[in-house]
């Protein structure tokens, strides 16, 4: 499966934004999604994750209230939509897919999408 994700920007503070992660290729729906994100000089953190059947969801601390994740089986996309934007939230933003249900871990990912930079300004 390919992904491509899109809908960053800059956002002041407080703002909202939608990332959109399109997949090509079959079976989108068998595969658990997840957001991660990487700042400059720092690692790779998980942001958000969903299951295939979307039942499920998982949210790092740091976005829980905040963030939201879901998925279009019939468009093959799926979503975050990032509310109450911090300036602490701007990094580069990855969609991954994964055989498993969703995890947190980004080892368990098989499949990258390219990043989309959120710049939240103060």
């Known amino acids: 499966v390919q992904l491509q994700a899109s809908g960053g920007g800059l956002v002041q503070a407080g703002g909202s934004l939608r990332l959109s992660c399109a997949a090509s290729g079959h079976t989108f729906s068998s595969y658990g999604m997840g957001w991660f994100r990487q700042a400059p000089g720092k690692e790779r953190e998980f942001v958000a994750a969903i299951s295939w059947n979307g039942r499920s969801t998982y949210f790092a601390d740091s976005v829980k209230g905040r963030f939201t994740i879901s998925r279009d089986d019939v468009k093959n996309t799926a979503y975050l939509q990032m509310n109450s934007l911090k300036p602490e939230d701007t990094a580069v933003y990855y969609c991954?897919?994964?055989?498993?249900?969703?995890?947190?871990?980004?080892?368990?990912?098989?499949?990258w999408g390219q990043g989309t930079l959120v710049t939240v300004s103060s």
């Open positions: 991954a897919a994964t055989y498993s249900s969703g995890s947190a871990n980004y080892k368990n990912y098989n499949y």
